[in-house]
């Protein structure tokens, strides 16, 4: 998608076949997205609405639903952003905002992170090199200790994929001072913020000769390999997810299991990685590879994949929930022990329904674990 | 405030229809708290309804007492519950669930308009009258005193031929001119919401060791309330005082008190001057360990000099009983530690009564503990009417009691603490709040709340849902006990949603608008 197309542009595709209302999570309980894009056509401003907010930006209505292919999910970024640079903001933050604030922070040029303040020793990263990996907000998550209650362990995962990576002849650089990738700011409408850490992560993986960046989280894929891009013009970096990655490394023959693991595990693919980037098969086939591992598809998985019910850190409410209720259901039935997904924010949002406090909880998910796809190749590999 | 009050939907539950129990739902009731007085005995009135006369003042118990029935019969904030008992308590302070057995009375409240006929004809005069502390006998159908209130018979089921002998026996049911008997009445389970919780169950029970140990198994020696009854015109004897043994007028009488509190003293006194009053040839002694240094006593004292009672400085050693003549020979320690007798036609102890039996179940019900002598556990000297369980409060069972004057007390108190914790001025804390549509059910404010403030409630959620077609999404949803919220905010901190906040909602929109601008 080029950053010159406008929502006009991209919604002019549409013949109002109805069939994205259809496949809308949210279809019941908002506009959905053929009225939107019909109010678009019709030279409504919709920039006032609150559903451009509620959008989980999912596509589910896109991917495989659109006839025309139309992006619906750009469509709704590209509406935020117009709306917050004429003042609409009709949303709700959750968590008082504190992960946004702190991207903003660290969007501040004098600010620089220190992520590699933990870092332990066995996980050995180089300063300049040809691979580099890219942490993200994990490491932030980790030490702001703000999810430690759910039983998430967001601080193992990047030691744990250089550990993997290690395994297997990579030593990847990881920048001290990298940025958040800016993914929650860009989709909450604030196209500046991301820019600055567009145009400073850019500079910061040049100057350590880097080549190829991997990435574990799903949001940062899609953003580093699409929307930068968009906005920095010498972003020419290969990105590829490290389930790709593993799953090349399973083709040439070089990523060996040495032990059984044997566990039900059942993959939820998240919006960003399955129908934003299309990939499915790697982390199956990574899985698979697993001797002892067995892998449940839940009813709805691949393109069908519904959402965990909250994106960017907006609007979490009864329907969030209920759509959380209904993924942790499908997980569940499954039989599966552990549910993987490549995405920390899935992973905090099933585990946020998980941990419900009080004894008298109407829904019961403690039989799944959720854990994301690093931890579960690092347990195999007996990290 | 009190129209302020009377706007929410505070209540408080009081155990025991005492007199504190009467005063503090009096009280409360006025402040505007739906009030539920529970009394285990038909009628409300407690202990004090058996006295005479009080001290100082010489005032007639019931003359004091029956504006207070009036007032708590009219009072459509209090719900008044006789012949019941609190079977189950859950919850916690702000937010009890109270379940309330009222056992049937087999007579019908609106009905009965207590002309007696029933209690005329009933055949069963088997029963000490409890009310006569065992000197008289009642019925099977009764009412313990004209004035009580309920003014409602009840039927002692126990007894009752009717319940007893094969239906035998209808003869109240079939005289009763207003066809009030109704002996198919069910116990009925009520539940009742309340934030706090009154004991003011007071105490009745003597101390069966100390009494033998002076002598109470002797015929003609007496507990302070049994020659009380005697002393009462409504009493076993219609007000005559007579010795149990022989049914004549005791030449002499000595009121023995067991130790120095004043509420012992008082009454010794005051029987004293009461038996003088009626029969002043009747010789009277108080043996008493000191005298009573009290101002508020002193032209009490003055009075029963110059009535003739005699004073005796010492203490009690032992009581031995002449078998011929019922005599009873009383050893005492005086001053100077040397042992002297004086033998006396009757005697009246005045012991410490203790609270009733019946406390264990009711301890165990609301999740207290009991001390040795059977009284609740309180909280800690600097909260002397707290229990270890926040919002349930002890009044009236001071180590001094059986003294209104002490009862009185705690109810002001109790009445001034449950104000200030249930029902605060409202502009002193600002209150957090939910705003429902946005809260996920996730407890973790409920975790928070340094005050227990928060409760989850489990609704169904009418939801169009979303994917798997059937499943209806139980949820829950924050709520705040306005009377148990300190306005502290940790809640608004912790809630993932910011489905909490904290604050007066329209000032918040002022501000917000105002910011916005």
Same mark, same amino acid.
């Given at each position: 998608?080029?950053?010159?197309?406008?929502?006009?542009?991209?919604?002019?595709?549409?013949?109002?076949?109805?069939?994205?209302?259809?496949?809308?999570?949210?279809?019941?309980?908002?506009?959905?997205?053929?009225?939107?894009?019909?109010?678009?056509?019709?030279?409504?401003?919709?920039?006032?609405?609150?559903?451009?907010?509620?959008?989980?930006?999912?596509?589910?209505?896109?991917?495989?639903?659109?006839?025309?292919?139309?992006?619906?999910?750009?469509?709704?970024?590209?509406?935020?952003?117009?709306?917050?640079?004429?003042?609409?903001?009709?949303?709700?933050?959750?968590?008082?905002?504190?992960?946004?604030?702190?991207?903003?922070?660290?969007?501040?040029?004098?600010?620089?992170?220190?992520?590699?303040?933990?870092?332990?020793?066995?996980?050995?990263?180089?300063?300049?090199?040809?691979?580099?990996?890219?942490?993200?907000?994990?490491?932030?998550?980790?030490?702001?200790?703000?999810?430690?209650?759910?039983?998430?362990?967001?601080?193992?995962?990047?030691?744990?994929?250089?550990?993997?990576?290690?395994?297997?002849?990579?030593?990847?650089?990881?920048?001290?001072?990298?940025?958040?990738?800016?993914?929650?700011?860009?989709?909450?409408?604030?196209?500046?913020?991301?820019?600055?850490?567009?145009?400073?992560?850019?500079?910061?993986?040049?100057?350590?000769?880097?080549?190829?960046?991997?990435?574990?989280?799903?949001?940062?894929?899609?953003?580093?390999?699409?929307?930068?891009?968009?906005?920095?013009?010498?972003?020419?970096?290969?990105?590829?997810?490290?389930?790709?990655?593993?799953?090349?490394?399973?083709?040439?023959?070089?990523?060996?299991?040495?032990?059984?693991?044997?566990?039900?595990?059942?993959?939820?693919?998240?919006?960003?990685?399955?129908?934003?980037?299309?990939?499915?098969?790697?982390?199956?086939?990574?899985?698979?590879?697993?001797?002892?591992?067995?892998?449940?598809?839940?009813?709805?998985?691949?393109?069908?994949?519904?959402?965990?019910?909250?994106?960017?850190?907006?609007?979490?409410?009864?329907?969030?929930?209920?759509?959380?209720?209904?993924?942790?259901?499908?997980?569940?039935?499954?039989?599966?022990?552990?549910?993987?997904?490549?995405?920390?924010?899935?992973?905090?949002?099933?585990?946020?329904?998980?941990?419900?406090?009080?004894?008298?909880?109407?829904?019961?998910?403690?039989?799944?674990?959720?854990?994301?796809?690093?931890?579960?190749?690092?347990?195999?590999?007996?990290? | 405030?009190?129209?302020?009050?009377?706007?929410?939907?505070?209540?408080?539950?009081?155990?025991?229809?005492?007199?504190?129990?009467?005063?503090?739902?009096?009280?409360?009731?006025?402040?505007?708290?739906?009030?539920?007085?529970?009394?285990?005995?038909?009628?409300?009135?407690?202990?004090?309804?058996?006295?005479?006369?009080?001290?100082?003042?010489?005032?007639?118990?019931?003359?004091?007492?029956?504006?207070?029935?009036?007032?708590?019969?009219?009072?459509?904030?209090?719900?008044?519950?006789?012949?019941?008992?609190?079977?189950?308590?859950?919850?916690?302070?702000?937010?009890?669930?109270?379940?309330?057995?009222?056992?049937?009375?087999?007579?019908?409240?609106?009905?009965?308009?207590?002309?007696?006929?029933?209690?005329?004809?009933?055949?069963?005069?088997?029963?000490?009258?409890?009310?006569?502390?065992?000197?008289?006998?009642?019925?099977?159908?009764?009412?313990?005193?004209?004035?009580?209130?309920?003014?409602?018979?009840?039927?002692?089921?126990?007894?009752?031929?009717?319940?007893?002998?094969?239906?035998?026996?209808?003869?109240?049911?079939?005289?009763?001119?207003?066809?009030? $008997?109704? =002996?198919?009445?069910?116990?009925?389970? /009520?539940?009742?919401?309340?934030? &706090? @919780?009154?004991? !003011?169950?007071? %105490?009745?029970?003597?101390?069966?060791?100390?009494?033998?140990?002076?002598?109470?198994?002797?015929?003609?020696?007496?507990?302070?309330?049994?020659?009380?009854?005697?002393?009462?015109?409504?009493?076993?004897?219609?007000?005559?005082?007579?010795?149990?043994?022989?049914?004549?007028?005791?030449?002499? $009488?000595? =009121?023995?008190?067991?130790?120095?509190? /004043?509420?012992?003293?008082?009454? &010794? @006194?005051?029987? !004293?001057?009461? %038996?003088?009053?009626?029969?002043?040839?009747?010789?009277?002694?108080?043996?008493?360990?000191?005298?009573?240094?009290?101002?508020?006593?002193?032209?009490?004292?003055?009075?029963?000099?110059?009535?003739?009672?005699?004073?005796?400085?010492?203490?009690?050693?032992?009581?031995?009983?002449?078998?011929?003549?019922?005599?009873?020979?009383?050893?005492?320690?005086?001053?100077?530690?040397?042992?002297?007798?004086?033998?006396?036609?009757?005697?009246?102890?005045?012991?410490?009564?203790?609270?009733?039996?019946?406390?264990?179940?009711?301890?165990?019900?609301?999740?207290?503990?009991?001390?040795?002598?059977?009284?609740?556990?309180?909280?800690?000297?600097?909260?002397?009417?707290?229990?270890?369980?926040?919002?349930?409060?002890?009044?009236?069972?001071?180590?001094?009691?059986?003294?209104?004057?002490?009862?009185?007390?705690?109810?002001?108190?109790?009445?001034?603490?449950?104000?200030?914790?249930?029902?605060?001025?409202?502009?002193?804390?600002?209150?957090?709040?939910?705003?429902?549509?946005?809260?996920?059910?996730?407890?973790?404010?409920?975790?928070?709340?340094?005050?227990?403030?928060?409760?989850?409630?489990?609704?169904?959620?009418?939801?169009?849902?979303?994917?798997?077609?059937?499943?209806?999404?139980?949820?829950?949803?924050?709520?705040?006990?306005?009377?148990?919220?300190?306005?502290?905010?940790?809640?608004?901190?912790?809630?993932?949603?910011?489905?909490?906040?904290?604050?007066?909602?329209?000032?918040?929109?002022?501000?917000?608008?105002?910011?916005?601008?």
């Amino acid at each position: 998608m080029q950053k010159s197309m406008t929502a006009e542009d991209i919604v002019d595709y549409c013949y109002q076949c109805g069939k994205c209302s259809g496949k809308c999570p949210l279809g019941h309980v908002m506009k959905s997205p053929r009225v939107l894009i019909q109010e678009i056509l019709l030279g409504e401003d919709v920039a006032n609405s609150k559903d451009i907010w509620r959008c989980l930006t999912c596509n589910e209505c896109t991917v495989p639903e659109c006839p025309m292919s139309i992006n619906f999910a750009e469509f709704i970024r590209t509406v935020r952003t117009n709306a917050v640079r004429e003042g609409y903001l009709n949303f709700r933050e959750t968590h008082h905002e504190i992960f946004k604030t702190a991207t903003r922070l660290m969007a501040n040029p004098d600010i620089t992170p220190n992520k590699l303040l933990n870092w332990p020793e066995d996980a050995k990263i180089s300063k300049e090199g040809e691979t580099a990996l890219f942490v993200g907000c994990l490491e932030f998550f980790d030490n702001v200790s703000y999810f430690d209650d759910m039983g998430t362990n967001y601080g193992s995962i990047s030691p744990d994929a250089v550990r993997i990576l290690n395994e297997l002849g990579e030593i990847p650089v990881v920048l001290e001072d990298e940025k958040c990738c800016g993914h929650d700011v860009l989709w909450s409408g604030d196209e500046e913020t991301f820019q600055k850490l567009a145009e400073y992560n850019t500079v910061a993986f040049k100057k350590a000769n880097v080549k190829r960046i991997v990435t574990t989280c799903a949001e940062c894929y899609r953003t580093l390999a699409i929307d930068y891009p968009n906005y920095v013009p010498d972003f020419d970096f290969e990105i590829i997810h490290l389930s790709e990655f593993l799953a090349k490394k399973i083709d040439e023959g070089q990523l060996e299991f040495p032990r059984h693991f044997n566990r039900v595990v059942t993959y939820h693919d998240p919006c960003r990685l399955g129908r934003h980037m299309g990939v499915y098969d790697a982390p199956r086939k990574v899985m698979e590879h697993i001797p002892g591992l067995t892998l449940q598809e839940m009813k709805k998985s691949k393109e069908k994949a519904l959402c965990c019910g909250v994106s960017s850190w907006l609007n979490c409410d009864d329907y969030a929930k209920a759509i959380r209720v209904d993924r942790l259901t499908d997980a569940q039935n499954t039989g599966a022990q552990i549910l993987v997904n490549t995405c920390p924010k899935c992973e905090m949002h099933f585990n946020c329904l998980k941990c419900e406090k009080g004894e008298d909880k109407p829904l019961d998910f403690t039989k799944i674990e959720v854990m994301d796809f690093v931890t579960l190749v690092a347990k195999a590999l007996g990290f | 405030m009190a129209s302020r009050l009377n706007e929410s939907n505070n209540a408080v539950l009081v155990i025991g229809g005492g007199i504190a129990g009467i005063q503090s739902s009096l009280d409360l009731a006025k402040l505007g708290f739906k009030t539920y007085l529970v009394e285990k005995r038909p009628n409300v009135g407690g202990g004090m309804t058996q006295l005479d006369k009080l001290y100082p003042t010489m005032e007639d118990s019931l003359y004091y007492l029956t504006p207070l029935f009036g007032d708590l019969l009219e009072n459509p904030n209090i719900e008044l519950l006789t012949y019941s008992e609190v079977t189950n308590v859950t919850g916690s302070a702000g937010n009890f669930q109270i379940t309330i057995l009222k056992r049937p009375r087999f007579v019908e409240g609106a009905k009965c308009d207590a002309c007696d006929t029933c209690a005329t004809v009933c055949p069963m005069v088997t029963v000490d009258n409890d009310f006569n502390v065992g000197l008289g006998r009642r019925k099977a159908v009764y009412t313990p005193f004209t004035q009580a209130v309920p003014k409602t018979y009840v039927i002692d089921k126990d007894i009752c031929l009717y319940f007893n002998a094969n239906k035998m026996c209808k003869s109240c049911q079939i005289l009763c001119p207003k066809g009030a $008997i109704d =002996f198919d009445q069910k116990p009925v389970e /009520t539940q009742v919401d309340v934030n &706090a @919780i009154i004991i !003011a169950t007071g %105490v009745s029970r003597h101390d069966d060791t100390i009494l033998s140990k002076f002598g109470y198994d002797f015929e003609n020696i007496l507990t302070a309330l049994e020659f009380e009854r005697i002393l009462t015109p409504n009493g076993p004897t219609e007000g005559q005082i007579v010795r149990i043994s022989d049914r004549q007028t005791p030449e002499s $009488i000595a =009121f023995i008190t067991l130790d120095s509190s /004043t509420s012992q003293k008082a009454g &010794a @006194i005051k029987q !004293a001057i009461r %038996v003088k009053e009626k029969n002043p040839n009747i010789e009277c002694f108080v043996l008493m360990n000191g005298t009573l240094e009290n101002e508020v006593f002193a032209k009490f004292i003055q009075r029963s000099i110059e009535d003739g009672v005699s004073y005796i400085d010492g203490s009690i050693s032992a009581v031995e009983e002449d078998p011929d003549s019922k005599d009873l020979v009383i050893q005492y320690e005086d001053k100077t530690k040397e042992t002297n007798e004086i033998k006396v036609n009757t005697a009246v102890l005045f012991d410490k009564l203790l609270p009733s039996e019946d406390m264990t179940q009711l301890a165990s019900v609301l999740g207290l503990k009991l001390n040795k002598k059977g009284f609740f556990v309180k909280k800690s000297k600097s909260e002397p009417l707290e229990t270890k369980n926040p919002g349930i409060f002890v009044i009236g069972d001071d180590l001094q009691q059986e003294s209104i004057i002490a009862a009185m007390t705690d109810v002001n108190a109790v009445v001034s603490k449950i104000v200030s914790q249930f029902a605060p001025p409202e502009l002193w804390t600002p209150k957090a709040f939910v705003e429902t549509e946005y809260c996920i059910g996730c407890g973790y404010c409920r975790e928070a709340c340094p005050f227990y403030a928060i409760s989850l409630q489990v609704v169904e959620l009418e939801l169009p849902v979303v994917e798997v077609v059937g499943i209806s999404l139980k949820t829950r949803k924050a709520q705040v006990h306005e009377s148990l919220c300190r306005g502290c905010g940790i809640c608004v901190s912790e809630c993932p949603v910011q489905a909490i906040r904290y604050g007066d909602p329209e000032t918040l929109e002022q501000v917000i608008s105002a910011l916005t601008e």
